[in-house]
C-alpha cells in the first residue's frame, strides 16, 4: 500500500471554495428576490407581481428578436455614448493638462455644462436636431463628457513627477514618452472613469430615448408605464442592470489582466 | 577635533596638498559662475567648476546645500538663473534632447515603473535609442547579471527589496552605455551594508567602464570610498574643498582629510 490519499476536510476542497463564493455572490441577489416574492403575496398583481411572472418576461424578451434588439440598441447607445465622450474627453483633457489657457477656457465651461440636468439636453436635442440616433448620441455625450474629462484631467495631474523626470531624462521622443510614461499611469484611472460613468450613462440612456426612438429600453419602458404593466417594466429595467453590470465585470477582467503588477496587501 | 584646524590653519593645510597630477583630460562639465535661485532663496552661489573626463568626482555637502539643485541643471532638468552650464560642450537645459543616450541618471530613489518587470525597466533607454528588442533584452539582462538579478529579470519592482530595486536602477543606467554617469545620493536609503557594497561595486564599474561619474553624497565615508576627487560644498553650493585622493595618500593624510572635511561640514 503505497497509495496515500491523503484525508481531506470538505473546506479545502476547491470545488466547495467556488460553491461558497458563488453563495455569496447570489445571496444579496436572494434576498430582495425573496422580499419582493413575499410582497407578491400580499398586494395585487399590477403593484407587486409575481417573480414567475417577471421571470417569463425577462426570458421572453431575451428569446424574441424584435425585443432583444431593443436591449442590444440600448446598450449600443450607451457604449457609443461613452466612447464619443471618452475621446472628446482625453482631447480636451491632454490640452487642459497641457495649456493653461485650454485650462482656463474649459475648466469653467465643462463645470458649468456638469450642472445642466439630462431632461434639459433632451429638449436641446430635440429643438436642434432631427435624426433620432444623432439625438441621443448627442445627449450621451453631453451628459458624461465633463466627468470623462475631469477624470483624465485628474489621472494625467497625480501622474508620478518623479518617474516621468526618471523617463524624461532619457530623452525620449514625445511618442514614447506617451507610450511609456503617460499611458500606462492613467490607465487605472481611465478604466475607473469608464465604470463611474457606464452607470451614468445606463441611467441617462433611457431618458434620451424618450426623444422619439421607436426601440430601445426606453421605449420599452414607455409603453409598459402605458399598458401599467408592472411585470413588463420590471422585465425591462433588469435588461438594463444585466447589461451594466456585464460590462463591468467585463472592465475588472481587464483590470485584472491589465493592472497584474500592482502589489497586493495581504490586509486587504 | 585639532587646535590647527579649528583656527583655520587646517584649511591652507588641506587645499595645499596636491595628491594626482593635474587634470589634462578635456573638460566634461563646467559650471562657470552659476547662480540659481528659487525666488529670495539662493540655493548656488556664483559656483565655478569643471570636472574632466574620466573623472569620478564626489559632491559631498549638509542637507539642503544645493546638491540636488547642481545635479538638476546638470541633467538639463532646471536652468541656471545666471552664468552657465556647459555639459560636453552643450547646454543641458537648451539642448535637452542632444544628450540622448550620453548621460544616464541614478536617482536618490530607484524610480522603477511599477506597470514594467525588471529587465523591461532596465530596457527603457534603450527604447528610447532604437534599439532592436532582442538586443535590448541581451544587454539589460547582462547588466541584471553584472549586479547579480538573474532570475529576477521578470519579477515586478512591488516583489523585489529595497536594495534589488536599487540594483535594477543602476543596471537601468550602465545598459546605455552613456559616457556620463549621474548619481543623486542611490544608496542613501539602504543599510549600511548593501550601499557599502553597492558603491564599491559601482565605483568599480565605473572604472572598468571607462564612464566619467559625478555621485552626489553628504556622506564622508561613501565619498571616500567612490570619490578620485572629492568636492566639499558649503551652503549655498560654493566649494569649501576641492580634494584630489589617490591610493598614495598615506592613511594618517587621510584622517587628517577627514578631520577636516567633518569639520568644515560641521560649521
Ligand atoms: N524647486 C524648488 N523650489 C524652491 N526651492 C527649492 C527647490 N529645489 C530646491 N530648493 C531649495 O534649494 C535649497 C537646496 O536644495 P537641494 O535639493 O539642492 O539640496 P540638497 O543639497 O540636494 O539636499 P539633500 O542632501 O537634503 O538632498 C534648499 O533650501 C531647498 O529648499
Ligand atoms: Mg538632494
Redesign the pocket.
Known sequence: MTDVTPSRRPYDNPAFGVARRLFWVAAPFVLIATAWQIASAFFPDFLFPSLIHVFARVFDILTTWSLFSSVLATAMRILGGLAGAFVLGAVLGLAIFSFKTADRLLTPTLTFFQGIPALSWVVFAIIWFHGVEFRILFIMVATTLPAFTFQIVGALRSMDKDLSEMVMSFRPSRRKYFSAMVLPAVLPEVVTAWKVNLGNASRVVVVAELVGSSGGVGFQLLQQQQLFDMAGALAWTLQLVFFVLLFQWVLSQFERMAFRYRAVSERG | MDAAIRNGHGMTKLDDLQFVAPDTAEVEIAFRNVTKR??N?V?VDNLSLDIHRGQMVALL????????????MISGLMAPSEGEVEVMGQQPFRNFNWYRGKMAIVF?TDRLLPWRTAVKNVEIGLETLGIAPAERRDRAMHWLETLGLKGHENDYPHALSGGMRQRVSISRAFATDAELLLC??PFSALDEITSKRLRTEFARLVRENGKTAVF?T?SIDEAFDIGDRIVV?KR??EIAHDLRMSDSVSSEDREHIRRTIHASLAA
Open positions: 528659487f525666488g532663496l540655493a555637502g549638509k542637507t539642503g546645500c544645493g546638491k540636488s539643485t547642481m545635479f538638476n536618490q543623486d545620493e552626489i553628504h560644498l549655498p553650493a
